[in-house]
């Protein structure tokens, strides 16, 4: 972990642990602990089965077959997860793995987002959000948020994470959930209480004037900045997981380039952030990352990807002393998302943008534009903003 990193995350506990005590006396505005610890929604469902095991003896194999079923009510996983979260004090844990290993046989971090279930990334999501609660990751609730749109359930929980990050909105959030009515009811009216008398905790807080729209895009802005690799073509510019730094210190010349419209990157940059390993050995390039290894030939239009060959519509190309690959080659291979939007390219596990969102509804369509737009124009000028703090 980089000194960035950990003083960024010293910084978020030490505020957390600020606002656990903070008496505004003023308006006689009382901050309790967090939202996402605070708020025991479990207690509404004493009478399910499930919700006493988890709470009684932990993650046992029947709570994990519970959890990672399509049949059980997504209210009562909620609120068996979050029974599992209250048997101790609140600290750091790691059940998001141990679940991971129950039921899918490897860790967390090598399941693939993409081939799981809505219900089960939100399962997921939930429990690394209490696994980390001092520094959340939003990645994967905001991808259940995006894929189940219509439950209540989920968007209350996703409003307590993005909380957790930015506490003087908390009611904000939580206002704009409750007056959505085309949320499904799919949680307890008794578990919505337990969330909403903590939440009104925080009315009248600095937040009030901030608009919806901004909120919104707010929150998503920081999910993607946290967990993807932003460039821009033509900018040296780039953001590595939140934190600003350049593609190439040696040469300023080396950027993202547009070419028959395709979109070429430099491959030293793409190799070293993702942690591929990179051999060349005269006109060819070999890359090996994961268990996936990609040869190139320069000059080629042909790629070689463990073996079998495939046609590109480009080659790769040697400027400015580098070399160069076509973007959504080479991120295929690595499986990881783009987005790209005039010129702003987005990688990352999950993209909770959507660059070709072609709803059925146009109202649906000119909304997401709208929020799509929001949400690049505010990391272009995080991105490309002058900054004495960039990364070396």
Partial sequence: ??????????????LLLLLCIVFVSQQSIVYADSPITSTAIYQAYS????????KNNGLTEK??????SKDSPLDERAAVINALYSDQSWSERNYTDTYANQVYGMTFESLDIGSLRADEVFVLGYMTVLDHYMTPDLNWLSQARKDLPDSMTVALLYTLALSQQDMMCSWNYTKQILS??????DIRQDALDIIVKYMELYKGSPCQNKGQESILSDSIVNDVTRSAVVLSVGHPEVLVKGTKTTIDYA????????????????LRFISSTFGAQVNYDQDKVTIQYRDQKIVFNVNKSTISINGMKELMNTTIEQKNDRTFVPLRVIMEVFKKNVYYNQ????IADTIVLDSQNKQDKQDKQDKQDKQDKQVTDKIKLELLSNSKDTKK
């Fill in 63 to 68: 709570v994990a077959n519970f959890l990672s």
């Fill in 251 to 266: 040469d300023a010349k080396i950027t993202p380039y547009v070419k028959g419209g395709t979109t070429m990157v430099p």
């Fill in 343 to 346: 010129g702003l390219i987005i």
């Fill in 180 to 185: 959505d009515k085309n949320l499904h009811m």
């Fill in 47 to 54: 009478d399910v089965k499930m919700v006493t095991e988890s």
């Fill in 1 to 14: 972990m980089n000194n960035a990193v950990k003083i960024r995350k010293l910084i978020q506990s030490t």
